[in-house]
């Protein structure tokens, strides 16, 4: 435990003034993708079969809590097909939008990182380019300082980018999931109430059937006069 801490202290005595900005940055970073995680987090859900989903959109009140008030939703005072297309729009329009915004704000956070352990790697050049101009007994020590702040910069920025990239992917991947799975619902949902709403049950035919016609029979023939 020791050796960990003695390594993050020298990492940020060496890796210059960006280490502060970098600090900074990892802690909302890591924040933000704990918040989405949690927030996309639908394994229960997305993982129901269609047979209990059936379930659920006809029984509501045995479906768990966090899909409870869901199904309630779009089933509470709906008179056509058009309601329920949409409810589920809104559900869409409410939560699938608020997590494309937090997994666009972590992608930002994400690329954010190595641009700031490439400004680091900037300004530990410079700082070894200046000592180079100068000259003098000093000179090996600032140029020895400049390298090693500029690749701990770029190593820092790496290493806290690439969590971050880990976890907006999974965090990408569950939010597919949980729209999959509204989509699901809304299909079965839609099943459910067809026979209730008029226009909504479909009558198909073969191709090539025809439909059975009545009989016609041919009329009796009228008896022929004779003239006298």
């Known amino acids: 435990m020791n050796e960990i801490f003695q390594t993050m202290w020298h990492t940020w005595t060496t890796g210059g003034s960006v280490m502060a900005a970098m600090v900074l940055l990892s802690l909302v970073m890591y924040a933000s993708a704990a918040h989405l995680l949690l927030s996309a987090h639908h394994r229960g859900l997305t993982r129901a079969t269609d047979i209990v989903l059936r379930n659920w959109v006809a029984k509501p009140d045995v479906a768990p809590a966090s ?3 869901l199904v309630r939703y779009t089933q509470d005072e709906i008179h056509s097909v058009k309601d329920i297309e949409g409810r589920f729009r809104e559900v869409e329009a409410s939560q699938v939008t608020d997590l494309d ?4 704000f972590l992608n930002v956070l994400v ?7 490439l400004l680091g790697t900037v300004l530990g050049m410079l700082l070894t380019f200046k000592a180079i101009g100068v000259g003098g007994s000093s000179a090996s020590e600032i140029i020895a300082k400049g390298i090693s702040e500029a690749l701990v910069a770029t190593q820092t920025g790496m ?3 690439v969590p971050g990239l880990i976890m907006a992917s999974i965090a990408k991947r569950w939010r597919n999931e949980y729209v999959a799975f509204l989509a699901r619902l809304e299909s079965i949902t839609l099943r459910h109430f067809r ?4 226009g909504m049950t479909r009558v198909f035919t073969r191709d090539g059937a025809t439909a059975a016609r009545p009989a016609t029979h041919p009329a009796p023939a009228k008896p022929e006069t004779v003239l006298a």
């Open 101 to 104: 915004r937090r997994i666009s």
């Open 111 to 117: 690329v954010s990182a190595p641009l700031f352990g």
């Open 195 to 198: 026979p209730e709403f008029p």
């Open 159 to 161: 290493m806290v980018a």
């Open 67 to 69: 899909v409870r008030e």
